[in-house]
């Protein structure tokens, strides 16, 4: 189970983005990666084509999930993520505050 998930608030703590923050748009588990809307963007030339207008676009690349750390949207604070065991239930649980996140 992965500490973050599918519309989680992030903030990257390394790289180019530093410091900047966004909502996880799309998780690779496989490869341990996180693609973080407006984070990570990249230029690309794109060649016309049938329908497709040629130009410069920027392109989101995944960030590594090491790299990023969640909100809590308790104490909206960048905290780690813990799990306990409720009720035959594991839920993710803020270190800072102690409060539950699912």
């Known amino acids: ?12 703590i390394s790289g ?4 900047r923050e966004g909502v996880v748009e799309r998780i690779f588990p496989g490869d341990k990666k996180v693609l973080v809307d ?9 060649k016309g084509g ?3 207008k040629s130009g410069v676009y920027d392109i ?18 960048p905290a ?7 009720e035959d239930k594991k839920v993710r649980v803020c270190k800072k505050c102690k409060a539950e996140i699912d």
Do not use: A, E, T, W
């Open 16 to 19: 180019k983005d530093k410091g």
């Open 38 to 46: 407006g984070i990570n963007l990249y230029k690309k030339h794109i």
């Open 80 to 86: 780690r993520v813990g799990f306990s065991v409720k």
């Open 50 to 52: 049938y329908g497709q």
């Open 60 to 77: 989101p690349r995944p960030l590594h999930i090491s790299r990023v750390v969640l909100i809590c949207p308790k104490c909206s604070k």
């Open 1 to 12: 189970m992965l500490k973050i998930r599918l519309k989680d608030k992030v903030r990257v």
